[in-house]
């Protein structure tokens, strides 16, 4: 009988076509409040408490926390380890806020062209978000009467997507993903400190100024799943009848206060079981590339450029005429931008390994040459 560890040394499975699914699925939730404003209503909001594209995010973050896991056991340092990490998503980041900053705002905006590029918002937008700890979502005069105002509102998980792999990293350095009870010890921890916050929640005086800590304990939960089912992916089977009293778990928590936690723990084996469930039709589009990426940070901006131009565009024609724009975009960033970037990781990992050497060398011959 295959284990999640027998099906991950192989390396044909559907984790790009439901990285896919789950970055149209953004699309498609985004398109409600994008086409109609705040008060619009995504799908799945009133069943579940909780939207479509956040259905999505929990996927990515679950799929993250496993693989980010496996190419951290295989990266031969933590140095090559980060490189990776660092060229799967600034240069495509990087790109999509230069587009945002220098093509799309002098275009749109309302501002003057020179007004515009003399704004010090448009440089603080591209820094901070760069930097990702406090990011920026608007532009000056840039759709600013549009249904849900700003540039690209996608953004925002993209810090705790990184905050999850420098936790990574950090636990591969110091060995928790090794044999023994370390790993055990890490995930104790980190559940009691989730009760703990889950409870204080209700403590409105002490979280009013924690929303940050609460969007991390909210998502990183289905992250420490994916990393939890990596780490004992050898005792865990693959076998649908598994996910059924997850599921059903899940429905008998429906509406109460551990709904959440319940449905992500069930949605992520099942998102694992459909995920190595291969099938010909999907080793052949995991040839195509992984445009998943691309559609998640192109999305919103050509969704606003679309309210911008068809003033009263509906959800569902916004959903049909930006998704065929969005996957071009896509596909020419994974070709041109992610693709030959990550081909660079292990030279670009290298080079930066002599240089912080030679750094190293040269702080050592000044304190001799003091000494």
Same mark, same amino acid.
């Given at each position: 009988m295959n284990t999640l560890g027998d099906l991950a040394s192989r390396r044909n499975n559907n984790f790009n076509l439901i990285r896919m699914l789950a970055a149209t699925a953004v699309l498609v939730s985004h398109s409600y409040p994008l086409a109609q404003g705040s008060t619009a209503v995504e799908p799945l909001a009133q069943w579940l408490?909780?939207?479509?594209?956040?259905?999505?995010?929990?996927?990515?973050?679950?799929?993250? *926390?496993?693989?980010? +896991?496996?190419?951290?056991?295989?990266?031969?340092?933590?140095?090559?380890?980060?490189?990776?990490?660092?060229?799967?998503?600034?240069?495509?980041?990087?790109?999509?806020?230069?587009?945002?900053?220098?093509?799309?705002?002098?275009?749109?905006?309302?501002? *003057?062209?020179?007004?515009?590029?003399?704004?010090?918002?448009?440089? +603080?937008?591209?820094?901070?978000?760069? %930097?990702?700890? +406090?990011?920026?979502? #608007?532009?000056?005069?840039?759709?600013?009467?549009?249904?849900w105002p700003g540039i690209n509102g996608s953004l925002w998980t993209l810090f705790y997507e990184v905050t999850l792999?420098?936790?990574?990293?950090?636990? *591969?350095?110091?060995? $928790?993903?090794?044999?023994?009870?370390?790993?055990?010890?890490?995930?104790?921890?980190?559940? @009691?400190?989730?009760?703990?916050?889950?409870?204080?929640?209700?403590?409105?005086?002490?979280?009013?100024?924690?929303?940050?800590?609460?969007? $991390?304990?909210?998502?990183?939960?289905? $992250?420490?799943?994916? %990393?939890?089912?990596?780490?004992?992916? #050898?005792?865990?089977?693959?076998?649908?009848?598994? $996910?059924?009293?997850?599921?059903?778990?899940?429905?008998?928590?429906?509406?109460?206060?551990?709904f959440f936690e319940t449905f992500v723990i069930a949605w992520t084996y099942l998102i694992f079981y459909l995920g190595f469930a291969t099938h010909t039709f999907v080793d052949r589009y995991n040839q195509l590339g992984d445009y998943s990426y691309g559609v998640y940070i192109y999305a919103f901006p050509v969704q606003e450029i679309l309210a911008h131009q068809f003033k009263g565009i509906g959800?569902?024609? %916004?959903?049909?005429?930006?998704?065929? @724009?969005?996957?071009?975009?896509? %596909?020419?960033?994974?070709?041109f931008i992610e693709k030959p970037a990550m081909s660079r990781r292990h030279g670009f990992a290298a080079q930066l390994g002599s240089s912080l050497n030679g750094i190293k060398a040269y702080w050592a011959g000044m304190r001799k040459g003091a000494a």
């Open positions: 408490g909780f939207s479509l594209g956040e259905v999505a995010v929990i996927t990515f973050f679950c799929v993250s *926390g496993f693989f980010i +896991s496996l190419s951290r056991d295989r990266a031969p340092s933590s140095l090559d380890f980060f490189c990776a990490r660092f060229l799967r998503i600034y240069p495509g980041l990087m790109v999509v806020l230069l587009l945002s900053v220098f093509l799309i705002g002098p275009i749109f905006t309302t501002l *003057g062209t020179v007004e515009y590029l003399r704004s010090s918002a448009i440089y +603080s937008y591209l820094s901070n978000n760069l %930097m990702l700890f +406090s990011m920026r979502f #608007q532009l000056p005069g840039l759709f600013e009467d549009n249904p792999y420098v936790l990574v990293g950090g636990l *591969g350095a110091f060995a $928790f993903y090794g044999r023994g009870l370390r790993f055990g010890v890490f995930l104790l921890l980190y559940v @009691i400190a989730y009760v703990a916050f889950k409870a204080a929640l209700a403590n409105t005086d002490v979280l009013n100024d924690m929303h940050r800590a609460q969007f $991390f304990f909210t998502w990183s939960l289905p $992250f420490i799943l994916g %990393m939890s089912l990596y780490r004992y992916r #050898q005792h865990i089977q693959h076998r649908f009848i598994w $996910f059924l009293p997850l599921a059903g778990l899940a429905v008998w928590s429906w509406q109460t206060a551990f959800p569902l024609s %916004m959903m049909l005429v930006a998704f065929p @724009i969005v996957l071009v975009a896509a %596909m020419a960033s994974w070709h």
